[in-house]
């Protein structure tokens, strides 16, 4: 299966060109701020987006609020790293080169990579972490899909992976964050509720300065979870 894409007249790999083509066009100084974006930055912004969407929601939800948004949160990590360690298999049975050792006039702007192309890790780490988060808080989710989309787009442009490589990362890293979410879920969510209880790390789940009563807006749902009979109907959805 390495010459997947070894046929030049394929549309993956004339979208190759396409895109990396701009690589070629653009001063040296941008090509060295996308290598940067690309391998570096946007996985940056993700985590700082996450960050974020956890000082956001212990600080204005409920406390049942906070406990499910904060195991969503939990799960958004580890749903990358299971999503890393499943495309290990997948790499060694595609066995797809680089695209600038099949094909020339590539512009590379990140050296070293020797590892098989598909599919693409950033790509899949992106896409899960955006996809857990959007479980957690759709708002914020929203926001790591359109970094995710851009780490796809990097990819490409440096010359490291085709763009079915990024497609590729993009439903696993989808597949994994969402289809295992519910087991993930139904695990953490005791174990966060037992952390916001204890009296040293109950903060990291809920802070003290939250409304008693706050509870998120409706649009920032997710993907609701049940909810034993008597409790309140609003919430973060797991």
């Not at 996308?34 to 570096?40: N, Q």
């Not at 590539?106 to 070293?112: A, D, N, S, T, Y």
């Not at 926001?143 to 990024?166: K, Q």
């Not at 509720?193 to 409706?218: E, I, M, T, Y």
Request: glycine fraction near 10%; charge should be neutral.
């Amino acid at each position: 299966m390495a010459g997947l894409a070894a046929d030049g007249l394929n549309p993956d790999v004339g979208l190759l060109y396409d895109i990396n083509g701009l690589a070629k066009e653009a001063p040296p100084w941008l090509d060295r701020v996308m290598g940067f974006v690309g391998e570096y930055g946007i996985m940056l912004a993700m985590v700082l987006v996450v960050l974020w969407c956890w000082w956001s929601v212990r600080r204005r939800g409920t406390a049942e609020d906070s406990v499910s948004a904060v195991a969503g949160l939990v799960w958004t990590p580890l749903a990358a790293g299971i999503a890393l360690l499943i495309n290990i298999p997948i790499r060694g049975f595609v066995e797809r080169p680089r695209p600038f050792l099949d094909h020339q006039r590539i512009e590379v702007l990140v050296e070293g990579k020797t590892d098989y192309s598909f599919v693409s890790d950033h790509a899949t780490m992106a896409m899960a972490i955006a996809a857990g988060l959007f479980v957690a808080h759709r708002r914020f989710g929203l926001a790591a899909f359109g970094l995710a989309v851009a780490e796809g787009f990097c990819r490409v442009y440096m010359g490291v992976h085709y763009p079915t490589d990024v497609i590729g990362g993009f439903a696993l890293g989808t597949a994994v964050a969402l289809l295992l979410a519910p087991l993930a879920l139904a695990l953490l969510t005791p174990l966060v509720s037992a952390v916001a209880a204890s009296r040293p790390f109950g903060w990291v789940v809920r802070s003290k300065r939250a409304p008693a009563g706050a509870a998120l807006p409706a649009e920032t749902l997710g993907v609701p979870e049940p909810r034993a009979e008597g409790h309140g109907e609003n919430g973060l959805a797991a």
